[in-house]
């Protein structure tokens, strides 16, 4: 996941580096969009990692790096997941109110509303999600663990019919201490930041679907309004299937939350992980849910790839 977060990452911004795309707030936001999906995919791994360190040398690391990890990494990946979804929303409204527009459409003061919208958007994420390091905390129990006596000399010198011995073994978890009130504070804010983006990109989708077909249908009347719909929802299918599948991706991390406090993680851990890490797969999609679909994008990649080359050989 993190070598395909990586590339993915790494063609977006090359993709969206060059100035001509970023004329515009749409190239401005997915100039963005790579950079979260970056910071996201990297925090991802860390947490992993964090996870399996920890777990492995549980006596030898530290409480304050356990709080730490605890109280800073998985609030801060929940920043940058909102604020992708958010990104790859704007780049919706902003496409609709180019076709609402039309030739009207200022361009200057669309990169000034991305910029600003850019700066504001993580401060409006991170006060949505403030109560997540707050009510974090660790959870430390001690176990007995037996096992056999393998070594003669010890079981000679202890009674004759002891065969185990035990050893303390210290486990330490991160969990979560919300109050009733809390919790659905946190599911609202969850569904929020899960359905506002995809109800946005939908509903973008369509108003640029409904409002191309009109357009043409008022110069190109012979055809009707409905098989110019057809015509435009055939060639902008893309716009309303790419959040649905972005929604489905995402989904598992909804789910979990909610049948959280009502079925033992522990019954079956491999679906909650397989659940967890594929709610991180709408981050490496953004080269092939925006890029690869359009003309301009994808061309605009190609010659910087070209442009690359060229210098290399040199």
Known sequence: MFAGGLVNSIFSLITFQNKELRKVGCGIYLLASSITSLFTICMFTVKFWFVILTQINTTSVSLSTFQGGCKIIEPLL????????WLNACVAIERSVNIFKGVTFDKKKSKRTARLIIVILPIFVMSTIIHEPIYRDLFEYK?????????????????????????I????????????????????VLLFHLVAPFI???CSAL???LASARRRSTTQTKQTYKEHFLEQLS????????????????LPRLIIALISGCVNASDNPSLYLCGYFISFIPSMLIFLVFVLPSDLYKKTFTETIQSYRRLIRQ
Do not use: G, W
């Open 169 to 188: 073994e210290t486990y330490v978890f991160c969990i979560t201490r919300y109050s009733h009130s809390i919790q659905d504070y946190n599911t609202a």
């Open 143 to 167: 176990t007995e663990k037996y096992k056999p006596i393998e070594d003669e000399l010890m079981k000679n010198s202890l009674m004759q019919n002891k065969t185990e011995e035990y050893e």
């Open 207 to 209: 108003y640029i679907i």
């Open 200 to 202: 946005a990109n939908c």
């Open 78 to 85: 929940k920043l940058f997941l909102y604020v992708d979804s």
């Open 235 to 250: 060639e902008h299918k893309q716009l309303l299937i790419s959040p649905v599948i972005l929604l489905i991706l995402s």
